[in-house]
């Protein structure tokens, strides 16, 4: 829009160029990209606060680069033994790895080191929740349909990286949480059969901790994963700009436009001062909030655990399994499998990630839709899907609780066995209930949105007829809101295809299909359909009989001009 | 038959025990007598009489007993207010103390005149007037090789089994981690004198005093709870002014501000 805008207040005349424009044109010639530029500096995104979550994660992760880079420059990636000479008085003279040193010495001896530490931390932290929030947004409002499958994966491949990458750079500083954080990771591939021991022997250079690990996980941390990382999140861009952003249904907008505003330079402001101010909000958490106090832990030694030895929040899940898995282990040719650890800490996370990755795909082939979307969908309209969501939320929680077992119990006074008894229950009990819970709840919204389409608003104006009756007077809805409210598409359960068993015979795939049908019909039970256009149009008589005798009212009476049709600003009554 | 065995213990341990003699508090014939009266009124309905402790009857210890523990024992427990409980559980918290120094005084001597136990500390065990800038660095090392599995890296605590928890260091009186140390109090493992001595004691003391005497050079601690604590900061504070920001972005849109104009 300020593009076009600017071209049309400059007439094409003779005019000198400016320096700035020699130059662009020295490099136009060569590289061409100004018709590129040109056309993506128009692009339309729309406009909507959920649609910046995932800006929260991009710009963390331009936080975590700049920060990284600074605390290279003093972070020796070693394990061999020194002694410590540096200004934090309680550990001088300790004998203690390279690593761990380094970062004291970031952290004490040089300047803005520790600030840089904790900036660096905390938009760790930041950029990982940052990536769940923005998942949720696209989950609820079925942002990863058709075409958006792919760029859906990619994000959850950012999202397993970005975990990944968190959890080595916890191991970095090698004090006693890092230490503790790689026994665990050490134990998990220990637990693997048959190739566990060569597994953690491999990665850790010999038996743990050895002293390869450090180094290993630095060239890991700073750039293996960010490589992919920075790849992975161009492409992820790519795809957006590609298949354009989704918007929410509202009027003028279609299946096949995008209304918005352009990148130049609406978004160029809004985007660029979003980074400031996550930027902001990151520095002051690392100047005001302690995180890591690594001087505390001490540096890693074997014999040693401190109460509240917890990952990062983002592993809390995975902490949490692992604390209320029973301690289940069997002998198998006189080798012990241990349940306790692989299923928790192996099986779970993959089955996770996988259902993570292949979610667009199930729910299409339930769904049987193979539309594209580019209108989202509102998540009462989804039942089925916010509910799942939900249920997996809590699922997540219950973990993400039980990861902190011993703080809640210390903090409100718990019995911490209770607290893994009842997290092994709630893990299966509560998730049904939210999903069946939220469902429900989806659906009374649904039946909400027809009554008000059908029917009318509420206006709050109670009518007396002449027999002696009440009822509360309804008027139509605005054509926005009516627009809102019908802009997405039938539900249409998968069926069986006809004639498969005619002659009782199975068809071929029939059982797949009969699971389909059955997962399709769940699917969408009970959801409510939006109006035909009968329906609407014997709604819209009700309403429309309503609001003539309403204009026919010659002196409407006191307090029905707040029926939300009438302009109040200034009424006398309002102000008692 | 319980109490003769635990006279008989406390015998062989008072015969076969260098370290320990009976203090002279016990030697105190007034204050054992005064001890005694405050203990009946007390500590009996627990402890028993004879503070042979009292058994319920499914084998369980309702109070246990007290020939034997020292004064040091009594003076930890009454002096932070542990005893008397306020209420039977699983563990004794606690709260403002309910006897004078005299009054704890006296029920020391009058527990240390049942058996031979740990004597109350000289107060030159604790005062850290000889621990040089190494037996900081060194009680540290004790420290978080011994206390911090359960007391936590900062001393802020931590929780413990069936509902017990090992209570926060901070702020204790050095005398009581001191007396507790040598006591092992509730759930607290015993540190005799053999097996960290008095001057390693005196360390570890230092260390967590020394502790609370740096700045918290990182910002506000968040308790010193560790990663838990930062997760809640970092959703809590850190994405929800991120995602109020959002929404405040977004709704000061060029739209809407020409729709405010219109």
Redesign the interface.
């Known amino acids: 829009m300020g593009a076009t805008r600017l071209g049309r207040r400059e007439p094409a005349k003779a005019q000198k160029p400016s320096k700035v424009g020699e130059v662009a044109t020295w490099a136009d010639d060569r590289h061409g990209l100004a018709a590129l530029a040109k056309k993506n500096v128009r692009k339309v995104f729309p406009d909507h606060w959920s649609f910046m979550l995932g800006e929260i994660a991009l710009w963390s992760f331009v936080i975590l680069l700049l920060t990284g880079v600074f605390l290279t420059f003093w972070f020796k990636p070693s394990m061999a033994e020194v002694v410590y000479h540096g200004s934090y008085d309680q550990l001088r003279g300790i004998p203690m790895s390279e690593a761990y040193a380094s970062t004291l010495e970031i952290s004490f001896d040089v300047r803005g080191g520790l600030l840089m530490r904790q900036i660096h931390h905390w938009s760790a932290m930041l950029f990982i929740a940052a990536m769940f929030v923005h998942m949720m947004r696209v989950f609820f409002t079925g942002a990863f349909r058709k075409p958006r499958e792919l760029n859906w994966m990619v994000g959850g491949l950012l999202l397993m990286l970005g975990i990944l990458n968190g959890f080595t750079g916890y191991s970095l500083p090698d004090d006693l949480l890092s230490g503790t954080g790689l026994r665990i990771a050490d134990g998990l591939m220990k637990s693997i059969p048959v190739v566990g021991t060569y597994v953690s022997f491999f990665v850790f250079g010999g038996e743990f901790p050895g002293d390869d690990i450090v180094s290993r996980l630095f060239t890991v941390h700073v750039l293996l994963i960010p490589g992919l990382l920075l790849a992975l999140v161009g492409l992820h861009m790519l795809l957006l700009v590609y298949h354009k952003h989704t918007q929410w249904p509202g009027p003028g907008r279609t299946e096949k436009n995008v209304v918005g505003f352009p990148m130049m330079p609406v978004y160029a402001a809004k985007a660029g001062g979003y980074f400031f101010i996550v930027f902001g909000v990151t520095a002051l958490m690392g100047g005001l909030l302690t995180i890591n106090p690594i001087w505390l832990y001490g540096p890693y030694n074997p014999s040693q655990v401190t109460a509240g030895s917890q990952p990062d929040w983002y592993m809390g899940v995975a902490e949490g399994l692992l604390r209320i898995m029973p301690g289940w282990e069997s002998e198998l040719f006189g080798y012990t499998i241990s349940w306790n650890v692989f299923l928790p800490g192996v099986v779970a996370p993959g089955i996770i990630f996988t259902m993570v990755m292949l979610y667009p795909f199930i729910e299409a082939w339930i769904t049987g839709d193979k539309r594209e979307h580019h209108l989202l969908d509102r998540p009462r309209n989804a039942p089925t899907r916010t509910a799942f969501l939900v249920a997996m939320m809590t699922l997540f929680g219950l973990l993400w609780a039980a990861g902190g077992n011993d703080l809640l119990a210390v903090t409100f006074n718990l019995n911490l066995n209770y607290i893994t008894w009842f997290m092994r229950v709630a893990i299966f009990v509560g998730p049904p209930i939210a999903f069946v819970f939220t469902r429900r709840w989806c659906i009374s919204l649904q039946r909400q949105d027809e009554e008000r389409l059908l029917h009318g608003y509420e206006t709050g104006v109670i009518m007396r007829s002449p027999e002696g009756s009440y009822s509360e007077r309804h008027l139509p809805i605005d054509r926005t809101g009516a627009y809102i409210l019908t802009a997405r598409d039938r539900d249409e359960v998968y069926q069986l295809p006809a004639g498969a068993d005619g002659n009782g015979v199975a068809a071929r795939g029939s059982l797949k299909n009969k699971v389909r049908a059955r997962l399709s019909e769940f699917w969408f039970a009970d959801n409510v359909q939006k109006p035909t256009r009968e329906e609407l149009v014997a709604g819209h008589g009700d309403t429309d009989r309503e609001l003539a005798l309403h204009a026919g009212e010659a002196h409407p009476a006191d307090g029905h001009q707040y029926d939300g049709r009438h302009d109040v600003a200034g009424d006398e009554l309002r102000k008692h | 038959m319980l109490l003769t065995a635990l006279l008989l213990t406390g015998g062989a341990y008072a015969v076969l025990s260098p370290a320990s003699a009976q203090d002279d508090l016990a030697a105190d014939e007034a204050l054992v007598d005064r001890g005694r009266q405050l203990f009946l009124v007390g500590c009996a309905s627990c402890h028993g009489t004879n503070a042979e402790g009292i058994v319920t009857s499914d084998g369980t210890q309702y109070g246990p007993s007290l020939v034997g523990v020292g004064a040091a024992a009594v003076d930890f427990q009454v002096g932070t207010g542990r005893m008397p409980l306020a209420e039977p559980g699983?563990q004794a918290p606690d709260k403002p103390a309910q006897y004078d120094d005299e009054e704890t005084r006296a029920l020391a001597a009058y527990v240390a005149s049942l058996g031979p136990g740990p004597a109350i500390p000289e107060a030159e065990k604790y005062d850290l007037e000889g621990v040089d800038?190494?037996g900081?660095?060194r009680g540290?090392?004790f420290f978080?090789?011994n206390c911090?599995?359960?007391?936590?890296?900062?001393g802020?605590?931590?929780?413990?089994?069936?509902?017990k928890?090992?209570p926060p260091l901070q702020g204790t009186d050095p005398k009581y981690i001191y007396e507790a140390m040598l006591t092992g109090p509730q759930q607290m493992p015993v540190f005799s004198d053999e097996v960290i001595t008095p001057e390693d004691k005196e360390d570890v003391i230092a260390?967590i005093q020394?502790?609370e005497e740096?700045p918290?050079?990182?910002?506000?601690?968040?308790g010193?709870?560790?990663?838990?604590?930062?997760?809640?900061?970092?959703?809590l504070?850190?994405?929800g002014?991120?995602?109020g920001?959002?929404?405040w972005?977004?709704?000061n849109?060029?739209?809407s501000k020409k729709r405010t104009k219109a």
């Open positions: 699983v800038e190494e900081v660095v540290g090392q978080l090789t911090t599995a359960c007391h936590n890296f900062a802020a605590g931590g929780a413990l089994p069936e509902g928890y090992a260390y020394s502790l740096n918290s050079y990182g910002g506000f601690a968040l010193s709870y560790g990663p838990v604590a930062e997760g809640m900061f970092a959703w504070l850190g994405i002014a991120l995602v920001f959002a929404v972005i977004a709704a849109s060029v739209r």
